[in-house]
């Protein structure tokens, strides 16, 4: 019988630990486990013995390992831990390294050590195997993963951990809140784990524990704050003897305070929205105002110069697919070139002939608009095309705990308000730009003292395009790209030249955030549709009062 048990004994042993066929990483460490005798059940062992043993654990040894991988402190633990997560942990059958994969071109797969992170060579989709992991793991993982980010050493994965404790405050997270903030030097992660602790107390049968988490919980904008509130008070009315009535007058009170201030925030995010939506509408309208007011040219093809700037964004990004944010740059002077001669080329071959006909103008313009988005589905197909963000326009940047707000937009509002700010300089400071207010103030004036007015006219043109070309640039970010896209913008652009006075740039300015934001602002209350018809009705009723809009410009041939 004991000869019995010691037989047992040794085969159990000897199957815990993975039979390989030829040397490898793991191999050598269990066999340096087997020398020092280590079939101790604690698994007290090295950080690589343990990543091996997980070839062969049952999920309950599993969990011991994962526990004991992540005690080890070894730096790549967190690594080993979330790829495992991840489903991206596998082993190589034949010598049973524990190696993660990346797929390649020829349709096999390159291994890479866990423990080294060096290429192991091409294998074939069989020769790895996945080591599982079933739910409970999963989340005995997510706690283990959010230990050991809220104890890294950098702020950002600290930070993150903290946001996923908070989302799943309950009493098991409680000791790694209390333990990370004894340690957290950073106020901004300190509240967000002071947060999720008041969250999991407010779960507890302390009174005073749960009043003073009420009262540190007043004011937090933090989505999960008014989960947890709301929760506690279901849960005092379905049980209203557990709760005093003080801590269930403060739990409504603290709640309607957050409340309000997430109706400010949405008024503050409408108004941000509003804004770059101007931004655009400037970009858009800045090269109509110039038109309209120089030439008096109603240019229903000023969209499409808007859509050649977006498709230009497009096309050079295709020939730069590896640098994205560099052929966005490229592609600003290059959309106001492509823009801006299709404009002169317009002005000089069709609009030079039809100066004093505005209706003919008008119609001539619209009938170009059709052939250049026949033109553009022709060569790029009707589908819409997807321009790529770059990494330094992606992503949002946080006003507080319940407001963020993109970057894409905000660098696209300081984007249109340098536009602005060069036009301002070139028509101030230039020679064309003296010219150009010349022809606009008195055309008569102006050919009478020698400036070529035909000229002027076609270059004109061409700039006004080429900031619409420009606009287009800053439409891919926001948008997909398609024959239709300026269509959408040229009814707008029409209203702010209206209403903010014809060829003042000032006054685009301001028509273009007056608009963008009326827009907002009327859309959470009315609808996209009925707000678009409010602004136009109320458009319509202060050109009756101001025909010449906000700032209208001052000269004989206006005054006529």
Request: proline share 2%.
């Amino acid at each position: 019988m004991k000869l019995l048990k010691t037989l047992l004994l040794c085969m159990v042993a000897l199957n815990s630990v993975p039979s390989y066929a030829s040397n490898g990483e793991c191999e050598t460490y269990l066999q340096s486990e087997i020398e020092a005798h280590q079939f101790n059940q604690d698994y007290q062992s090295t950080f690589e013995q343990q990543v091996c043993r997980l070839v062969d654990a049952d999920y309950a040894e599993k969990e011991i390992l994962i526990n004991g991988i992540a005690k080890s402190e070894d730096e790549n633990a967190l690594f080993v831990i979330n790829a495992l997560l991840n489903a991206d942990l596998f082993y190589n059958k034949k010598n049973g390294d524990v190696v993660t994969r990346k797929e390649l071109e020829n349709g096999k797969y390159q291994a890479i050590s866990v423990f080294t992170q060096q290429e192991l060579g091409e294998f074939k989709k069989r020769d790895l195997r996945k080591i599982g992991i079933n739910n409970s793991l999963r989340r005995v993982i997510n706690g283990v993963v959010a230990e050991l980010q809220i104890s890294s050493s950098n702020p950002a994965d600290r930070e993150a951990a903290a946001l996923e404790l908070l989302k799943a405050a309950d009493n098991s997270a409680l000791p790694i809140l209390e333990k990370a903030l004894t340690k957290e030097s950073d106020e901004d992660i300190a509240t967000i784990l002071q947060t999720a602790r008041a969250l999991v107390l407010l779960q507890s049968d302390d009174a005073i524990a749960r009043m003073e988490s009420i009262q540190f919980l007043n004011g937090s904008l933090y989505v999960e704050t008014r989960n947890g509130l709301n929760a506690f008070l279901n849960r005092a009315k379905q049980d209203a003897g557990l709760y005093g009535k003080a801590e269930i007058l403060e739990a409504e009170k603290s709640l309607e305070a957050i409340n309000q201030l997430v109706k400010i925030n949405g008024v503050m995010e409408n108004v941000y929205f509003g804004i770059a939506l101007g931004a655009v509408l400037l970009l858009a309208a800045i090269g109509l105002a110039i038109t309209f007011g120089v030439m008096g040219v109603i240019n229903m093809a000023h969209g499409e110069m808007i859509m050649l700037g977006a498709y230009t964004t497009f096309v050079i990004q295709q020939l730069m697919p590896n640098s994205i944010g560099m052929s966005l740059v490229v592609s600003i002077p290059a959309a106001f070139l492509v823009s801006g001669l299709v404009g002169v080329l317009i002005e000089r071959t069709v609009i030079r002939h039809l100066y004093g006909r505005p209706l003919e103008t008008l119609l001539a313009t619209f009938g170009i608009s059709l052939v250049l988005q026949q033109a553009v589905r022709s060569i790029f197909g009707p589908l819409n095309q997807d321009v790529q963000t770059p990494d330094w326009m992606a992503g949002t940047f946080s006003v507080n705990a319940g407001l963020e707000l993109t970057f894409n937009r905000l660098y696209i509002i300081i984007f249109s308000l340098l536009v602005l700010a060069a036009l301002a300089v070139v028509l101030k400071k230039t020679l064309f730009g003296l010219q150009m207010r010349a022809v606009t103030m008195n055309r008569p004036m102006a050919s009478s003292m020698g400036i070529k007015t035909g000229w002027v006219d076609a270059l004109t043109f061409g700039l006004g395009s080429g900031i619409a070309g420009i606009a287009g640039v800053a439409l891919s970010q926001l948008t997909n790209v398609g024959p239709n896209l300026g269509q959408q913008y040229i009814i707008d652009s029409f209203m702010v030249v209206v209403f903010g006075g014809v060829g003042n740039l000032w006054g685009t300015l301001v028509g273009a955030m007056s608009l963008g934001v009326a827009n907002k602002i009327f859309e959470p209350m009315a609808g996209a549709v009925l707000a678009k018809i409010i602004v136009l009705v109320a458009i319509i009723l202060f050109i009756q009062k101001r025909p010449r809009g906000l700032f209208a410009l001052k000269g004989r041939s206006v005054e006529d």
